[in-house]
C-alpha cells in the first residue's frame, strides 16, 4: 500500500508526527543544511541531496554521555547515563546513509551489544527519501544501492508535487497509520507515476561520471599486498588530516570515550574520532601510526579491505560522495579506488 | 542492559612496589570479591574517573578466588596517578577483555617455556600460576625472564620462593648489565633463550618489549622452533574494549577482541603497524 500527500502539506504532517513522537529531519541554518529536531518553525529542507553530516548522528550522535561518576568526599558511584525510551522519527534519509545504518548496526549491535546505539534504533523509524536527482560525486551505484528503492522503515519518493510514502515494516506501517487522516491513499496512475519517477531516478544514477567506478580489485583479499603498495606515498601526501572526511562519512564509527570534570563530579562521554588524528593510537611509549601515510592508508583499507574481510565482502563505504565534496585537498576515496585500478591494469 | 563500557568500584586492597616503576595492586569489588571472572592473558579497562582509562593485563590467576591483581609500570599520565594512591583508594574497573591464552586447549598437556621481559612478566604471570594450581594438566615449564637490573624483576619473592621449588619448573633469570649484589646471569634474553637450551618442540609464550619479541622470536626460529607454536600477547590503545572505537584496529582483527593473545604466525598475516 502506498500513500501520497501534496509538497505544500508537508507542514501539516511533520506537525503531526512530531505531535506524537520526536522528528528529526533536514532542517537549514545558516545556509546548511542538517538532521535536526522538527520544531514548528523549523525550515525542513528535503531538496538537499547531501546534509553536511551523515544522518548517522541521529543514531550515533557526535557527542553522548555515557555514565557520570560522583566522586565527592572520597567516595566513587557510579551512574549510567539514560538509554533512548521514547519512539521517534527520522525522516528524509538518503539511500546511502540508510545503507550506511547497516554498517553500523554490524559493529554496534554485534556482541557485545553496544546499548547506547541499540537503544535508538529500537525506537527510531527510519524515513528513507529516494533521490530525485542524484549528484556528480555520488557513486551509490558502485556498492549496489539502488537510489530509487532506497531500504527503510517507511520509503518516500518525490514525483513533482507529490511525495509518496510506502511502508515497508510493521513500524512504518504504524507511522502511516498514525497519520493515515493526512494521507491518500495512491492510484494506480499514482503508481504509474512511482514508477516512472524511478526509472528517471535510475537514468540520472546511470549517467553519473562514477557510475563505472570499479571495486573488483578491493576486498579482503591481497591484503598485505595492498598495505605494502608504493601507491600510498603519493595518494597521502596532498592529505592534511583534518578529519573533514571521517566526520562527514555515514559509515565512521571510530569513536573516543573522554571525561569532563565537572567539579563535583566526573561526566565520562563518547564522541566521535578520527583514525586520522595524530593522537589517535598515541600510547604512553609511542605510536604505531607516528606518520601521515599510516594514518591515511588506515582509513581506506579499513573501508575497502579490512571491514569487507569480516563482514563477507561488504564494503565499508556506501558511495554518499560527501568525502569527495569536503577534502580540502581534492583527495579521496573514489582516488585511491581509482589509483589501485589503473596500476593493477 | 548491561553495557561493556559501564564500569564498576574496585577497591585497591593492597599495593606492591616490585621495582622502582612497577607497582602490583591488588582489587576488590565493593562488598568484596573479584569484580568478574577471566581466563590468563585477558585483560581489565582500569580507570580513576577524570584521570584516564587504560587497558591493563590481569596478573593474577584465575584460580585466585579472591582478588584480582595489576602490576602497572609508571610511565603515563593514569599509570602515575596510580603510583600515588594509597591503599584503599576506589577505581572503577570494567572487563575481562580479549581472547586470553588457550590454556584449557591448544596449551593442555603440552611442555611450556615463558620468556619475558620486564613488565611483559605481568600477562605471562596469570598463565604461570595457573599453570601451578594446575600441575598436572600440562608438561615441564621453563621461565626465562631478563630484567634491566636484578631490581627491576617483577614479582622476584614469588619467583624465587616460589616458582624455583615448584615441581618440574626451571627458572632463567638475566639482567641486561652486571651489578653488584646480582650473581645470575647478565645479558639480553634473545641471546640467553640459546643459552638456556631450549626442546624446539615445546610451545612458547612470549611476552616483552616489542624489541625483543621480534630478536627473541628470529633466535626461536633459528633454534628450530615453529612460529605456529609460539605465542605473544600484544597491547595498542584502547578506548572501548570491545572492537567498536577502532583504535587497536590492524588489518582485520581488533586486538582488543581477537587478541590480545596470538600465535606468531597469526601476526605474519597482519600489516606490520604495532
Known sequence: MTYKIQKNQLGGLFSAIAAKQKLYLPCTFSGKTDFALWGEDAAFDLDTLKTVKSAKEVFFPQCEDIVSFDTRGGNLTVTEAERETDDFVVFGVRGCDAAAFSILDSVFLSEPVDTFYKSRRDHGTVVTLCCSRPEETCFCSAFGIDAAAPSGDVTAMFSGDVLYLTPNTEKGLNLTKSVQNLLVPATQTDEKERAAEAENIRRITASLPLKNLDLSGWGKDELLEKFNSPLWKDLSLPCIGCGACTFSCPTCQCYDIRDFDKGNGVQRYRCWDSCMYSDFTMMAHGTPRPEKLQRFRQRFMHKLVYYPANNGGTFGCVGCGRCLERCPSGINIVKVIKAFGDNDR | ?274
Not at chain 2, 68 to 76: A, D, H, V, W
Not at chain 2, 111 to 127: C, E, K, T
Open chain 2, 1 to 274: 542492559m548491561k553495557d561493556m563500557l559501564i564500569p564498576s568500584v574496585g577497591i585497591i586492597t593492597d599495593i606492591r612496589k616490585d621495582t622502582p616503576d612497577v607497582k602490583t595492586f591488588r582489587v576488590v569489588a565493593e562488598g568484596g570479591g573479584k569484580c568478574f571472572e577471566h581466563i590468563p592473558g585477558q585483560c581489565a579497562m582500569l580507570s580513576v574517573p577524570g584521570v584516564g582509562e587504560a587497558m591493563f593485563s590481569i596478573t593474577s590467576s584465575p584460580t585466585q578466588r579472591d582478588y584480582m591483581e595489576f602490576s602497572i609500570k609508571k610511565c603515563g599520565c593514569l599509570t602515575e596517578w596510580l603510583h600515588s594512591v594509597e591503599k584503599d583508594a576506589k577505581i572503577t574497573v570494567r572487563g575481562p577483555f580479549g581472547n586470553g591464552f588457550p590454556v584449557d586447549g591448544e596449551l593442555k598437556g603440552k611442555n611450556l617455556v615463558f620468556i619475558a621481559g620486564g613488565i611483559g612478566l605481568a600477562p605471562l604471570r596469570s598463565v604461570i600460576n595457573y599453570v601451578r594450581a594446575k600441575r598436572s594438566d600440562y608438561g615441564r615449564v621453563t621461565v626465562v625472564y631478563g630484567a634491566r637490573s636484578k631490581d627491576d624483576f617483577v614479582d622476584f619473592e614469588e619467583i624465587e620462593n616460589e616458582w624455583k621449588n615448584e615441581r618440574d619448573f626451571s627458572v632463567h633469570l638475566t639482567t641486561d648489565r652486571p651489578q653488584e649484589g646480582w650473581n645470575g646471569h647478565v645479558g639480553f634474553v634473545p641471546a640467553f633463550v640459546k643459552e638456556v637450551g631450549l626442546d624446539p618442540h615445546d610451545t612458547v609464550l612470549l611476552c616483552g618489549p616489542p624489541i625483543m619479541i621480534k630478536f627473541t622470536l628470529s633466535a626461536l626460529v633459528e633454534m628450530g622452533f615453529e612460529r605456529t607454536g609460539v605465542y605473544t600477547t600484544m597491547e595498542l590503545r584502547m578506548k572501548c574494549g570491545i572492537g567498536k572505537c577502532g583504535r587497536c584496529n590492524i588489518g582485520d582483527k581488533y586486538v582488543c577482541k581477537d587478541g590480545p593473545v596470538f600465535r606468531c604466525d597469526q601476526l605474519d598475516e597482519l600489516p606490520a603497524e604495532y
